[in-house]
């Protein structure tokens, strides 16, 4: 999972390392759980083993930093789709591991970094002595958003922190979300982005997307003016007939 990745809405993944542990409702079938479990890399729950890549992995973002900037455009990074960046855990690699990780995108100026975030409300502590109020151009932040209530907690949170691009993953979806708390007709949306998915996985564990949650997140975007990507359906598409 690294180069021309297979997610939609990204160029490429990058994973510091494997492993983290449940938070919410959208990590109750988690994909990353059962994907690290088939490789034997990294465990789930807070004093469980994690898995680090190889410091020859590190250099990949260099190459794709120097394959962008010869092609006078920019790439997504997507990092990190096996773990949470801004997870506490008792490992002290894990704080290295950011460490280097910041300095890692300030060393890719050509490359967008996409923070996918649970916990949002660790963020400004573990970036304040690197970043304190003046981030990164290329770091994009964004929260899991799979109902109304993690909306709710983790929305205004999101808005305090100072990225350039600030972005929902609302997949898996489970649950409708309204978001004209914080997206106001007429004024710049704070929210730059919002990305929609279904489950996927064990047909006999995904829950269900009402196509009415999709409609009207997109028909919200559009009236915004608000990027959107629609994913996938997951396990259950609607009904045609």
Known sequence: ????????????????????????????????????????????????????????????????????????????????SMSDVFEEHPDPRLDQCRAKLWKLIADTPNLDWLLLTKRPQNVKRMTRDTWGDNWPENVWLGISVENQKWADKRIPVLLSCPAKVRFLSCEPLIGPVDLSKWVKKGEPSPIHWVIVGGESGFKSQCRAMDPEWVRALREFTLAHNIGYHFKQWGCWVPNKT
């Open 1 to 80: 999972m690294a180069e021309n990745s297979h997610i939609e809405w990204t160029h490429h993944t990058f994973n510091p390392w494997w492993g983290c542990s449940w938070v919410s409702e959208a990590c109750d079938h988690c994909y990353a759980e059962k994907e690290a479990h088939r490789r034997n890399r990294g465990e789930w729950g807070h004093n469980t083993l994690r898995w680090f890549n190889s410091s020859a992995y590190w250099l990949d973002p260099l190459k794709w930093d120097a394959a962008a900037a010869a092609e006078f455009r920019r790439a997504r990074v997507f990092c990190a």
